[in-house]
């Protein structure tokens, strides 16, 4: 007899799974945002849409009738995409930014939400839900804003820093909110805010605090033992384990995962740690905005169009001319300011983490959080048309580096050096003495402590991780210098390097002329075989200790340097070593 073997727990999953393999992918080849994918086809498989029809079908229909299931999951996506935000807001770039992070950023928030506040207000809406409502639709969408940008190459243009650093700030801004919701729920604390601030405080600070002690050394001890398994079980351990203390301590669960991305930003396992979670991060994410467009109800646009289609329509009237306003004044221009109020015009996904909040607390009445969120989602999908009317409408975005424009909003241009031994640490002695800015990368945590623990920019982690580069910022490095003892890692991150950057400027430490050939042939703009180097030494020295004038020396140097140079890389064989040098017989 066959046992009966019940589905339900596995619909949910399923589904989710088949939105994600299929349908996104779609929306994907249409160029519709992933995240617009994520809602729609969470409204389709819903209980609003495909449930209706459930009963009125002789089959059943695959629905996510209760989102429920999947909540708990869900809201992971929020609790890792706070903890990336965190892990990105390192002082280095707050510092860059500043300017527009703190000044525009700040200005757009202030104003577009105390106009939005008077508008809820004249709505009839009570000051606690005017207030939630107006700061929830002052903030605009990360996950679509910079995607689009970075798409179209507009990321490093004067529109796209400007935008990012109004992001940024916003960013900075969910934590603190997502309290302010949590406080206004409480009557006792909203009558007496010190009952809230005072456990919220501690629980803060008893985070940082063993944060502080803990993480790190987990993290060295992690690495050490060279597994990635391990280290992502990791991640996802500190992720899961901070988010479930703040949550516990009454506190959001993303402002606690948002606590553990600060202490670890300025570590030298972050980009490590945004290589590993990135997929969990992409994959809860999009649970996230399947489980809300599944609880969004289409139909209301046509029972209450005026609520809906005023916020979606309204959001942008709203916003759109205040932030180009805001953006002109801090000496933009103005076709680029226009761009961004356009860009941040349209609502935002942490809309849908503080109105829902608000609704289930009863600050907000639920229809109505219904309502508006519907209008966001709508105001969102139009994000991709308002930035293709603005890319067409600029003649051609302007890079940074191309006009004087603000310093701040530069693009990091750094030299990467793989490898911080003996010969990496030598490079960058070099170019400090320079001025040049630059990052290390190196795959021992001791030589990483060590580096850190002088303040030197080096990070953990394995470079032959194309994922890992990019974080590194290898798609706008000046150049990169590989420096490894193991000839096969030189080589897997020279090939890495030339298959992502044909423009990019490559150094390579080689063993010998054969490995030099080899990594020519593999991209290398230079390769330097130990041998050489330490014969043309050897015989510097000798030249200089009996008596030869110091810049003959240097010049005959350099001469052998750039014959030898040459041999290699007209490559006459594989096997036979470079011819050798003919020398100058001195004259007597």
Not at 33 to 57: E, K, Y
Not at 112 to 124: E, F, M, T
Not at 287 to 316: C, I, Q, R, Y
């Amino acid at each position: 007899m066959v046992a009966s073997f019940d589905v339900e727990p596995y619909k949910a999953p399923l589904l989710f799974l088949g939105v994600a393999g299929v349908a996104v992918p779609l929306f994907r080849r249409l160029r519709i945002s992933p995240v617009l994918g994520f809602l729609i086809a969470g409204m389709l498989i819903g209980p609003h849409v495909l449930g209706r029809l459930d009963g009125l079908l002789p089959f059943q229909v695959p629905v996510l009738a209760n989102t429920e299931n999947v909540a708990a999951i869900a809201s992971f996506g929020v609790v890792f995409l706070m903890f990336n935000i965190g892990l990105e807001l390192s002082l280095e770039r707050l510092t860059l930014l500043r300017r527009f992070v703190f000044g525009l950023g700040a200005l757009q928030v202030a104003v577009c939400g105390g106009a939005l506040y008077v508008i809820a207000r004249v709505s009839g809406l009570d000051q606690p839900g005017a207030i939630v409502t107006g700061a929830a639709l002052a903030l605009s969408s990360t996950a679509i804003v910079v995607p689009v940008l970075a798409e179209s190459r507009r990321l490093n243009t004067l529109t796209g820093r400007a935008t990012f650093s109004v992001l940024l700030f916003q960013d900075l801004l969910v934590a603190p909110l997502l309290f302010m919701v949590s406080m206004f729920a409480d009557e006792a604390e909203r009558a007496n805010p010190l009952l809230a601030f005072a456990p919220a405080l501690l629980a803060v600070a008893a985070i940082v605090g063993v944060g502080r002690l803990v993480l790190r050394p987990l993290f060295q001890l992690v690495a050490a033992a060279r597994s990635t398994e391990l280290f992502m079980a990791a991640c996802l351990l500190v992720v899961v384990s901070t988010a479930v203390a703040a949550g516990l301590a009454g506190l959001s669960m993303a402002l606690g995962a948002f606590i553990a991305g600060l202490l670890l930003a300025e570590t030298e396992f972050r980009r490590a740690i945004e290589t590993a979670i990135d997929p969990f991060k992409g994959l809860l994410l999009g649970l996230f905005f399947v489980s809300v467009g599944a609880s969004l109800d289409p139909w209301e646009v046509f029972a209450h169009p005026g609520a809906t289609l005023g916020v979606a329509f309204g959001l942008t009237l709203v916003k759109g001319p205040l932030i180009a306003g805001l953006a002109s004044a801090f000496r933009l221009p103005w076709r680029k300011a226009r761009e961004i109020g356009l860009l941040l015009g349209p609502g935002g996904e942490f809309a849908f983490v503080i109105l829902s909040t608000a609704g289930a607390s009863g600050i907000l009445p639920e229809g109505l959080a219904a309502e508006i969120l519907i209008g966001v989602t709508l105001s969102m999908t139009m994000i991709p048309l308002f930035a293709a009317l603005a890319s067409r409408a600029a003649l051609q975005p302007t890079p940074v580096a191309s006009g004087p424009e603000p310093s701040e909003l530069a693009p990091a241009s750094r030299v990467i050096i793989v490898g911080y031994g003996r010969v990496g640490q030598v490079v960058g002695a070099l170019l400090r003495v320079h001025k040049v800015d630059y990052i290390c990368v190196d795959g021992d945590p001791g030589i990483a402590a060590q580096a850190r623990s002088r303040g030197e920019p080096v990070y953990w982690g394995d470079a032959t991780n194309k994922d890992f580069l990019e974080r590194c910022g290898l798609g706008n490095a000046r150049a990169l210098v590989a420096t490894m003892h193991k000839p096969s890692a030189v080589d897997a991150v020279v090939k890495l390097a030339r298959e992502a950057r044909a423009d990019l400027t490559i150094v390579a430490r080689a063993r010998d002329a054969a490995h030099a050939r080899a990594l020519y042939k593999l991209g290398a703009t230079d390769a330097v075989p130990e041998t050489m180097e330490a014969s043309l030494q050897l015989s510097e020295a000798a030249l200089v200790d009996i008596g030869v004038p110091m810049g003959l020396v240097i010049a005959s140097i350099h001469e052998q340097r750039d014959i030898y140079r040459k041999t290699l890389i007209a490559d006459e064989s594989q096997t036979a070593p470079p011819r050798p040098f003919k020398g100058r017989r001195l004259k007597r």
